[in-house]
């Protein structure tokens, strides 16, 4: 880009809009998109599989195993639902993350409009 | 090195289909969602690589430096020379915080693989504590013995020439993974064919062909007859024949009151590590078994013979040879090795009565001796329960009434000496130990006592007590009826420890003595 330079002062307010024009979206808003998609895809099969783990711990009580490593291996159970649970919460952490982008624009002026706009 | 050790059971009590249909479901259902979870856990992994390719794509964004922080947060204005003649151009940004984006994928990953890895554990134990794959494991090591043993018949330079191929690549991992030349791994790399070498140097050695192999067992036992024929004579030449045996008195009790099997193997250890140590000053020495009493309210008497293993001793009755005639097909045999005839004189000595409740506890040879006593001594001795160690007893004629609870090392080799797998049923429960390393945070198993700095030879009874513990942590019921029959079998109070010294000679020394 020839020329450019970076200004850090905001668009003043009064600038013409029928100066601007257009453009087509920026390479990072498409990457955002990608981004976004894919982790609520994966948030989408996450969630199933750990709501899974979490909702029944009952299906693995092997009620007629008794003894303490009987009663062991129902506290692990019980403590995997919890963790399961977790996952899930890192899960769905991530997915907002991946909502919470903001749209910014940015406005590029020739050299001419610039000194226009910006007496 | 960490090492553990992995448990798993077979034989013993038999569950029925009801509750192999309950325990096969939770497994089921928990490797289910080990897997869901572990393929969750890698698209998570791989979610990290796609994000930050995307993020690396920022670098053609104007408002977007190479981190995607916008260099001007909010409207930025730039002079550029544009192609297009407009006057401005407005351009619409996304900012997303790809850092912790990121940072949380691989959080999220790595908590789905701690499920993964939680669901598998669990599963893994549930499905050990019931045996739930004996079945199908016992058909697989059955194939493979039996297809091993028929090509070192047919064709043994190719079959052991396959054998030192393995043995040669595990020696290669051994120096690729820094342990420098460990024969130990050496031996590890051919674990899966050993019981099928070792039956098939059997029939080599009586002749037998490789089509009888397939179908028949026992065939190391007839080669140990075979080859004792001969090393008994060479042994009597050189140790002598004469047995003597003498009580001793050690300087502190080694051997004390065992409510359960963990109880007598760690005695067991304590008398064995005891007679072989240097310099210690245990008052016991070597070719030394240990022999306690109990007594029950009623008065009657029940008894706990505690055996350790081959010492190698120039006079000992428990040497080298000894093994081989142990290990014999043949019951006159095996009754003629020294180490038997030294625990049965022993157990004499000690006034053990023929309807006495005995139970043997024994470590390698001294497990041998245990099965063969068990065997061949069932009109003079009521033997209840044994507990073997690294003992190679799968074809040894032990009586119906004896339980047996037997403990192997996978990689061993010892235990692999008779050819075969142990029997399986009611009264007849096998522990197989095979190492894991215990440095991952979803190890499961035992831990070693002696944690070695280098991978060594398994037989050692620390790595048999640590098998047999992760079985006892599995919560099986199998092995629970084991370890209510043997604490039944040495019911009472514990009433003090005979230990017993053999010695062999050339000269009848006119101590008390059992002779041949």
Redesign the interface.
């Known amino acids: 880009?020839?020329?450019?330079?970076?200004?850090?002062?905001?668009?003043p307010a009064t600038?013409s809009s029928n100066?601007?024009?257009?453009?087509p979206?920026?390479?990072?808003?498409?990457?955002?998109?990608?981004?976004?998609t894919?982790?609520e895809t994966?948030c989408r099969?996450?969630t199933a599989?750990?709501d899974?783990?979490a909702a029944d711990p009952s299906?693995?009580a092997?009620d007629?195993?008794e003894?303490?490593?009987?009663d062991?291996?129902r506290e692990?159970?019980a403590?995997?639902a919890v963790?399961?649970a977790?996952?899930a919460g890192?899960?769905a952490?991530?997915r907002l993350?991946?909502l919470?982008?903001?749209?910014?624009?940015?406005?590029?002026?020739?050299?001419?409009?610039?000194a226009?706009?910006?007496p | 090195m960490t090492t553990q050790v992995q448990a798993t059971i077979s034989g013993g009590r038999q569950y029925s289909t009801a509750d192999k249909a309950v325990y096969g479901t939770i497994v089921t259902l928990l490797d289910d969602q080990a897997n869901s979870c572990q393929s969750a856990a890698s698209a998570w992994g791989n979610a990290q690589l796609a994000i930050e390719y995307q993020r690396s794509r920022l670098s053609w964004c104007a408002a977007a430096n190479g981190t995607g922080t916008l260099v001007v947060a909010g409207t930025s204005c730039a002079a550029v020379a544009d192609p297009t003649g407009a006057a401005a151009v407005t351009t619409t940004h996304t900012v997303l915080d790809y850092g912790t984006l990121v940072a949380q994928c691989g959080d999220a990953a790595a908590a789905l693989m701690a499920v993964a890895d939680e669901c598998e554990a669990l599963s893994s134990r549930v499905a050990r504590a019931f045996s739930l794959y004996e079945a199908a494991e016992a058909l697989s090591r059955r194939l493979v013995d039996e297809i091993v043993q028929f090509a070192a018949v047919h064709s043994p330079l190719a079959t052991f020439g396959v054998a030192g191929l393995c043995a040669l690549g595990g020696l290669a991992y051994s120096l690729a993974t820094g342990d420098g030349v460990n024969w130990t791994h050496a031996l590890n790399a051919t674990t899966w064919m050993q019981q099928g070498l070792l039956a098939g140097i059997g029939s080599l050695a009586t002749g037998r062909s490789e089509w009888a192999g397939l179908l028949a067992t026992g065939e190391t036992n007839a080669g140990a007859t075979w080859l004792a024929a001969g090393s008994s004579r060479v042994k009597n030449l050189l140790q002598g024949d004469e047995l003597t045996v003498v009580e001793v008195e050690p300087a502190t009790p080694l051997v004390g009151s065992a409510t359960g099997v963990a109880d007598a193997l760690a005695d067991l250890r304590r008398l064995g590590t005891a007679r072989l140590a240097d310099g210690d000053d245990s008052g016991v020495d070597y070719g030394t078994i240990a022999i306690s009493r109990y007594v029950a309210a009623d008065g009657t008497a029940s008894w706990l013979v505690t055996i350790p293993g081959t010492d190698g001793q120039w006079d000992s009755p428990f040497g080298w040879e000894q093994n081989l005639e142990l290990m014999s097909d043949d019951a006159s045999v095996r009754t003629q090795a020294d180490s038997y005839r030294m625990v049965v004189e022993a157990m004499r000595m000690a006034g053990i009565g023929a309807d006495d409740s005995v139970v043997l506890v024994g470590h390698s040879q001294g497990g041998i001796v245990a099965a063969a006593i068990a065997s061949d001594c069932g009109d003079e001795f009521t033997i209840s329960h044994i507990v073997t160690a690294g003992s190679p007893i799968a074809n040894h004629p032990v009586a119906d009434s004896t339980w047996v609870t037997a403990i192997e090392m996978e990689d061993e080799l010892v235990a692999a000496l008779d050819g075969d797998d142990n029997p399986s049923g009611e009264t007849w429960l096998t522990v197989r130990g095979t190492l894991v390393d215990g440095s991952t945070a979803t190890a499961s198993g035992a831990p070693v006592m002696t944690d070695p700095d280098d991978y060594e030879i398994t037989h050692w009874l620390e790595y048999h007590i640590a098998a047999y513990a992760d079985a006892t942590s599995l919560g099986s019921p199998a092995l629970a009826v084991h370890e209510q029959h043997f604490a039944e079998s040495i019911a009472g109070d514990y009433d003090g420890t005979t230990y017993y010294q053999g010695r062999m000679s050339h000269v009848e020394s006119g101590t008390t003595t059992e002779e041949e």
């Open positions: 880009m020839v020329g450019m330079t970076t200004m850090t002062t905001a668009l600038t100066l601007l024009a257009a453009a979206a920026c390479v990072c808003t498409g990457a955002a998109d990608e981004c976004r894919l982790v994966l099969s996450a599989i750990l899974d783990v299906a693995c092997a007629g195993w003894g303490q490593a009987a062991l291996f692990r159970i403590a995997l963790r399961a977790d996952a890192l899960v952490a991530a993350t991946a919470d982008a903001t749209t910014v624009t940015t406005v590029t002026m020739t050299a001419t409009a610039l226009e706009a910006v």
